[in-house]
């Protein structure tokens, strides 16, 4: 069964840092490029992060570009998102998501098809 499942959410202070794992089972993370999401509450969801399946290309949002760092230990089947300097916009149940119909870095959000349940984010002031 292919799956992905978060961990590492939490309520930290403003300028702390947190680290978010995305484990895949069914398949492997060097097979698809995976991207970590956020959705704040009224706000639309937000594409943060992306690596592609080689592990080569990344991407990251402007709002998060310099704080947040994506990375992939193929050993462990698992995606990093490392943040730092976090703000309470931070705020947001986080994502994680693999797209087995597209490559690269800028892929529609509908072409991600694997999605985790989400893993809860607070920062506070």
């Known amino acids: 069964q292919v799956q992905l499942v978060e961990s590492g959410g939490g309520l930290v202070q403003s300028g702390g840092s947190l680290r978010l794992s995305c484990a895949a089972s069914g398949f492997t993370v060097d097979s698809y490029t995976i991207g970590w999401f956020r959705q704040a509450p009224g706000k639309e969801r937000e594409e943060v992060s992306v690596i592609s399946h080689s592990g080569v290309d990344t991407m990251y949002a402007a709002s998060v570009k310099g704080r947040f760092t994506i990375s992939r230990d193929n050993a462990k089947n698992t995606v990093y998102l490392q943040m730092n300097s976090l703000n309470p916009e931070d705020t947001a149940v986080y994502y994680c998501?693999?797209?087995?119909?597209?490559?690269?870095?800028?892929?529609?959000?509908?072409?991600?098809?694997?999605w985790g349940q989400g893993t809860q984010v607070t920062v506070s002031s």
């Open positions: 998501a693999a797209s087995t119909r597209g490559a690269g870095v800028n892929i529609p959000t509908f072409l991600y098809d694997v």
